[in-house]
Nanobody, 126 residues
């Protein structure tokens, strides 16, 4: 089992920044990918970014490239999502997810991730 706890969400004005954190615990040695997804009201949960836990390679959704940065601190078992230039359409619940070694699926697909956090709300106001 892997437990994930997100933090750092909140209310921010358009153009502002937030940094989300996701602390992982449990069987973290089995984790290969750590990703961020988001879900706006009435919409499907969508991929935001992911990072290879060991190598540090990153991959972003096209709409977030250049604005969001995913990073990790292996010593703290924590993944971060730095969000700059926030837009109204970034308003959503943001979820952290862990993909295990040997799991199938594309890195931007929900199926690739076995464990999910409870989510943290990000609200962007005008």
């Amino acid at each position: 089992q892997v437990q994930l706890v997100e933090s750092g969400g909140g209310l921010v004005q358009a153009g502002g920044s937030l940094r989300l954190s996701c602390a992982a615990s449990g069987r973290t040695f089995s984790v290969t990918l750590m990703g961020w997804f988001r879900q706006a009201p009435g919409k499907e949960r969508e991929f935001v970014a992911t990072i290879n836990w060991r190598a540090g390679n990153t991959y972003y959704a096209d709409s977030e490239k250049g604005r969001f940065t995913i990073s990790r601190d292996n010593a703290k078992n924590t993944v971060y999502l730095q969000m700059n230039g926030l837009k109204l359409e970034d308003t959503a619940v943001y979820y952290c997810a862990a993909g295990l070694t040997g799991s199938g699926g594309a890195p931007d697909s929900r199926e690739r991730y076995a464990y999910w956090g409870q989510g943290t709300q990000v609200t962007v106001s005008s």
